[in-house]
């Protein structure tokens, strides 16, 4: 049985959520990861709180394609983060069948965070959702064993996304050590071994994360060890934002070419996968 592939909303941040749905199923994905909150001030707002016309039109569309939304995204977890800033999500997030928010550890004060982390956990089970949270290389929570860490305290689970797991300077040692459970998604993207340089470290590498990010197989990053290092069958989603080529190709065209590049590796690791087991 073939792994279940998604992309997440960045990849495609032009589209509405209903027109990412649409993409996606065109595309050959299963599921998608949706933003039902702006994360930065400059972006761009969708209205998706419970009972909008545009989440009813998402949920149409899923209906109609089969594509199922397997998380919502993200909430940067801040010092000044409370219960007001992740509710109205969870209420979207449980309207579309959602299991997974994506949060950030953007909280220096560790014990502040877990506080946070854990309240939040226990009011998205209300909801029928985890919150995953995924390290990010410029943010307080950047390795893979320091987000498992306070995921385990928290009860949550963790976002192995290649990018940041590399720019971070987590090892594929610390992926095997993680506990199944605590992996219900991994991401996939390339991009070159070095990590973007410039006068200010951080700009440079939320730019590379934003909007530079290479198709699977354009890149670098040690992928395919980076998978046989996660359970057999671990879901797949592709985060693949690059201005240059997206505005070279249609939404459909470059969706499709992520979705293609993503399942030729996935196919070989897992062919591999299956041969050595035999």
């Known amino acids: 049985m073939k792994r279940s592939l998604g992309v997440a909303h960045l990849t495609l941040l032009s589209l509405t959520p209903p027109e990412l749905v649409t993409t996606a199923a065109a595309a050959g994905f299963d599921f998608v990861g949706l933003r039902v909150r702006a994360v930065t001030a400059t972006e761009r707002a969708f209205p998706m709180h419970a009972g909008s016309p545009m989440l009813r039109e998402t949920i ?8 199922i939304v397997r998380d919502i995204e993200f909430l940067p977890i801040t010092p000044t983060t409370t219960r007001s800033d992740w509710l109205a999500a969870l209420e979207s997030g449980a309207a579309l069948g959602a299991t997974a928010l994506t949060v950030t550890g953007a909280d220096p004060d560790r014990s502040r965070l ?24 410029y943010q307080p929570v950047s390795r893979v064993a320091d987000a498992a860490a306070v995921a385990r305290a928290a009860r949550a689970a ?18 095997r050590a993680l506990e199944p459970d605590l992996v219900p998604v991994v991401q996939l993207c390339d991009a070159p071994l070095e990590a973007p340089t410039g006068p200010d470290r951080v700009a440079a590498l939320q730019r590379e994360a934003r909007v530079q990010r290479l198709l699977v197989g354009e890149g670098a990053l040690p992928l395919a060890e980076l998978l046989d290092a996660t359970p057999a069958g671990t879901p797949v989603s592709v985060e693949i934002p690059h201005a ?20 030729a590796l996935i196919d070989r690791v897992d062919e591999a996968r299956d041969t050595a087991a035999a």
């Open 158 to 175: 963790i976002m192995l996304d290649p990018l940041h797991v590399h720019r971070g300077g987590s090892t594929l040692d610390e992926i």
């Open 60 to 67: 149409a569309r899923m209906d109609d394609t089969g594509v």
């Open 244 to 263: 240059e080529l997206q505005a070279r190709w249609s939404p459909l065209e470059y969706a499709t070419l992520a979705a293609r590049s993503a399942r």
């Open 114 to 137: 877990l506080d946070t982390l854990t309240q939040l956990t226990a009011d998205a089970a209300g909801y029928g959702i985890r919150p995953v949270l995924e390290p990010i290389s």
